[in-house]
């Protein structure tokens, strides 16, 4: 699937030394300061960083939904102006419309890109299929299970053929079966489509599980503080066989340390309380 | 369970009614279904008791009143009663003046609160449109949402003169602007993550308004329907006291210049009927439509 855009050597995405200021009447706020990331094809690089720290910006960026205040971002070699093809947009809710049938939420790119013909219905289709929704593609969301509707989502997104996939903590809003469950079919589509991807998450356990390199953020304005490739040595290249692999701990303490560092972590409290019981031994 | 223990009828929302999976739920409902029965017996002795109070009450209400009136403990002449009430619309019914006037009244209210609820929506989409025509117009809608609308009634004969139109006007003015604010905010709450979406997919405008605004804001259009289904009854009410020749207002006006209250008590009632009616009407089509929706 990954189009032939991705020429040997240019990045899938790149962001250099991209700016971002807010403002409102009351301030102005730097979100993200002096960001530079390259994501190679196919490559899944994941964002993980405190709570307001500018990650979801990051992808905003990307996707073109808005112009940072210098710098540039380039998506497959071309900069961006605007929302285009080349990028697929996962939210944290699955966000199907609920008047909508399973196959009229996944044809909704096709259909704002006036795309509907009936060979990409047919690819759709296929789609659902091959990923166990065949038979619901006449059913309403509410028929389904989360992780069936963020699987829904996920073939939505896909349907409009992108290079590239970002992904804005796509599995926060499921429990914890559900969120392993789906953090595998990510994992073996987003691999067996060869798209590179970029996912924001405050999960430091995810972030390992599922990608090829972590970058840390630090709290606002956002910079990236490092970053780890992550290299696991474990049978089943999966995000459940990744968190079994004896290195896993290791990258775990490394960037929950980089995270807590600044203090921080204080503020975000909670969500590394949840971040703690999701070491390696929860699995 | 617990509302076994101390011995409580169940509830609804007890454990052993809200269908929760698992052995002991189970169990636990065969174990209990003698109370079950009970408690489903319960349930339908207080719905049989509620309707037939509320049956009474009306029975008693018109009893009274017409014994009131026959025994001479109220004046007939001027408050009416009810054998005389429903002797005036039947012969009104016979001589065929009633359905016109029933017509006349359901038609105007019918086309006003359709065309005030269209015209509200037109409205409410400009003003999602441009946040800056909505900034500009703010003040102006809170003053026409805060005037009395019926104050308008003579600005509306003297410009459509005592037609059918005028009370129409009057009518649609009643329930456009509830319905521009209302529906104008739902325009604004519709999930912003739904319309992100539709915006990495490079979608216009156009297409975020067809394709997730208007559609997710239906349960509110409907909403305000249902609201302009009182209003505009209002407005046409009121329009028809003002210049009809015709309808149940104006029936209610000529029965208390003529002083004929059983004209009168007998047009309050069908209209209380109509106005019922139309209620239930819109509210059947809410049903319909939520259904498809969570």
């Known amino acids: ?283 | 369970m617990q509302t076994n223990a101390d011995g409580r009828p169940r509830r609804c929302s007890g454990p052993g009614l809200t269908g929760r999976p698992g052995p002991l739920a189970h169990s636990d409902r065969l174990r209990s279904s003698g109370e079950h029965e009970t408690f489903l017996r319960s349930l339908a002795r207080r719905r049989m008791l509620v309707g037939t109070a509320r049956a009474m009450l009306l029975v008693a209400f018109v009893v009274l009143w017409e014994v009131a009136a026959r025994f001479g403990w109220i004046n007939a002449f001027v408050v009416s009663q009810p054998s005389r009430a429903l002797a005036t619309a039947m012969s009104m019914a016979r001589r065929g003046e009633l359905w016109i006037h029933l017509g006349m009244t359901v038609g105007e209210t019918a086309i006003g609160f359709t065309v005030g609820t269209l015209i509200g929506i037109v409205a409410a989409v400009m003003l999602w449109w441009s946040d800056l025509l909505s900034d500009i117009l703010d003040p102006y809608i809170v003053v026409l949402n805060s005037i009395p609308k019926v104050a308008l009634g003579p600005i509306f004969i003297v410009w459509l003169g005592t037609t059918v139109t005028a009370i129409i006007a009057m009518a649609i003015s009643i329930s456009v602007i509830v319905t521009i604010m209302m529906v104008y905010v739902g325009f604004r709450e519709v999930d912003p993550d739904r319309v992100k979406l539709l915006r990495t997919f490079g979608a216009t405008r156009l297409q975020i308004l067809s394709k997730v605004v208007l559609p997710a804001s239906v349960p509110v259009m409907i909403a305000a329907l249902k609201v302009n289904v009182g209003l505009s009854m209002v407005g046409t009410i009121v329009g028809e006291f003002l210049v009809s020749k015709a309808g149940l207002g104006f029936l209610i006006v000529y029965g208390g210049q003529v002083f004929n209250m059983s004209l009168v008590m007998s047009s309050v009632i069908l209209l209380s009927i109509v106005s019922v009616l139309l209620y239930y009407g819109v509210s059947a089509l809410e049903q319909a439509v939520l259904r498809t929706r969570e």
């Open chain 1, 1 to 283: 699937m990954s189009g032939g855009v991705n020429v040997a050597g240019s990045s899938a995405i790149r962001l250099d030394r991209v700016w971002m200021t807010y403002h409102t009447r009351e301030a102005e706020t730097v979100a993200l300061a002096d960001i530079s990331l390259d994501v190679a094809p196919q490559e899944f690089v994941a964002v993980v960083g405190p709570s307001g720290c500018g990650k979801s910006t990051v992808l905003s960026l990307v996707a073109g939904l808005i112009r940072p205040t210098s710098g540039s971002v380039e998506v497959c070699g071309e900069a961006v102006t605007g929302p285009s093809g080349h990028v697929g947009y996962m939210l944290q809710q699955d966000c199907l419309y609920e008047w909508r049938t399973i196959l009229g939420n996944a044809l909704l790119g096709l259909e704002v890109k006036r795309a509907v013909t009936r060979e990409s219905v047919e690819m759709v289709r296929h789609m659902l299929d091959a990923y166990g929704l065949g038979e619901f593609e006449r059913h309403y969301p509410r028929h389904l299970s989360g992780g069936m509707r963020q699987r829904a989502a996920l073939i939505r997104t896909l349907a409009t053929r992108p290079d590239v996939l970002l992904l804005d903590e796509p599995l926060s809003a499921l429990d914890y079966q559900t969120r392993l469950e789906v953090s595998e079919d990510l994992y073996r589509i987003m691999r067996a489509e060869r798209l590179a991807a970029l996912m924001v998450t405050h999960d430091i356990a995810e972030a390992i599980a599922m990608s090829d390199r972590v970058l840390v953020m630090s709290k606002r304005p956002g910079r990236i503080k490092s970053g780890h490739r992550i290299s696991l040595t474990c049978e089943r290249q999966t995000p459940i066989g990744r968190r079994e692999a004896p290195e896993f701990r290791a990258y775990f303490n490394a960037i929950w340390k980089e995270l807590t560092e600044d203090g921080h972590a204080v503020a975000g409290g909670s969500e590394h309380a949840d971040e703690r019981g999701w070491a390696p031994a929860a699995v």
